[in-house]
């Protein structure tokens, strides 16, 4: 079965380019392109895995339609769509369940590659998108007390590998640098998730760079 997709975005442009994009995948289907008043009842008759969402719409706000989303008994997968790579709204979405964030202007092969992750249960954690979102929303501060305070629950093993979830490694480059198998580095992220309180790999990378353990870099997506 291909991968279904629903894309929300204001402008019918911006909505028809990434639906041809998307949609030229043989394992892709753009089932519903729309608006975000209509996002809820697409979401809800079409059943998509992933959901392509414009965090600034004019109609109804992406923070508002994510919500609504992540709220339904089997939420898809949603990453926000934005033009800008420092959004005052991505610490919002972040913790509203946002499963990543995508530059409008990602290369056509990367967008692809993004809905096939998130389809798999991935969060996006590429240098060209989240590792510039989350450096411009943590800044080039000084750690901030909250985080470094979430953080001191952890062991040793386990700041090494939020470390480089911060920096946007995937589980088998986090292995490959620590030596360890890729089954044991889920289990530490698992372990991660569950101490820190998140629910996504995006959020425990905001944690990372907002407690200085983190440098704003990272590797294709997971």
Same mark, same amino acid.
């Given at each position: 079965?291909?991968?279904?997709? $629903?894309?929300?975005?204001?402008?019918?442009?911006?909505? !028809?380019?990434?639906?041809?994009?998307?949609? !030229?995948?043989?394992?892709?289907?753009?089932? &519903?392109?729309?608006?975000?008043?209509?996002?809820?009842? !697409?979401?809800?008759?079409?059943?998509?895995? $992933?959901?392509?969402?414009?965090?600034?719409?004019?109609?109804?706000?992406?923070?508002?339609? @994510?919500?609504?989303?992540?709220? @339904?008994?089997?939420?898809?997968?949603?990453?926000?769509?934005?033009?800008?790579?420092?959004?005052?709204?991505?610490?919002?979405?972040?913790?509203?369940?946002?499963?990543?964030?995508? @530059?409008?202007?990602?290369?056509?092969?990367?967008?692809?590659?993004?809905?096939?992750?998130?389809?798999?249960?991935?969060?996006?954690?590429?240098?060209?998108?989240?590792?510039?979102?989350?450096?411009?929303?943590?800044?080039?501060?000084?750690?901030?007390?909250?985080?470094?305070?979430?953080?001191?629950?952890?062991?040793?093993?386990?700041? &090494?590998?939020?470390?480089?979830?911060?920096?946007?490694?995937?589980?088998?480059?986090?292995?490959?640098?620590?030596?360890?198998?890729?089954?044991?580095?889920?289990?530490?992220?698992?372990?991660?998730?569950?101490?820190?309180?998140?629910?996504?790999?995006?959020?425990?990378?905001?944690?990372?760079?907002?407690?200085?353990?983190?440098?704003?870099?990272?590797?294709?997506?997971?």
């Amino acid at each position: 079965m291909p991968i279904r997709v $629903v894309i929300v975005d204001d402008e019918v442009l911006v909505r !028809s380019g990434l639906g041809l994009i998307v949609g !030229s995948a043989p394992d892709i289907e753009v089932v &519903d392109a729309c608006s975000g008043g209509a996002a809820e009842q !697409s979401v809800r008759t079409h059943r998509p895995e $992933v959901v392509l969402l414009d965090i600034r719409m004019p109609d109804l706000d992406g923070i508002t339609v @994510l919500r609504r989303l992540r709220a @339904l008994p089997e939420p898809p997968a949603v990453s926000m769509l934005t033009t800008f790579d420092t959004d005052e709204y991505i610490g919002t979405a972040l913790r509203a369940g946002a499963a990543g964030f995508l @530059l409008k202007d990602t290369a056509p092969d990367q967008l692809v590659h993004a809905v096939r992750v998130l389809a798999g249960g991935g969060n996006i954690l590429s240098p060209a998108v989240t590792a510039t979102v989350i450096g411009g929303y943590v800044g080039g501060g000084r750690p901030d007390a909250e985080a470094t305070a979430q953080v001191r629950c952890m062991t040793t093993r386990e700041l &090494d590998v939020l470390a480089l979830l911060g920096e946007g490694l995937s589980n088998a480059e986090i292995a490959d640098r620590l030596f360890l198998g890729t089954g044991t580095v889920k289990d530490h992220i698992s372990a991660i998730l569950g101490k820190l309180g998140a629910t996504n790999r995006v959020q425990a990378a905001v944690i990372a760079h907002r407690a200085g353990l983190a440098r704003s870099q990272g590797s294709t997506p997971e």
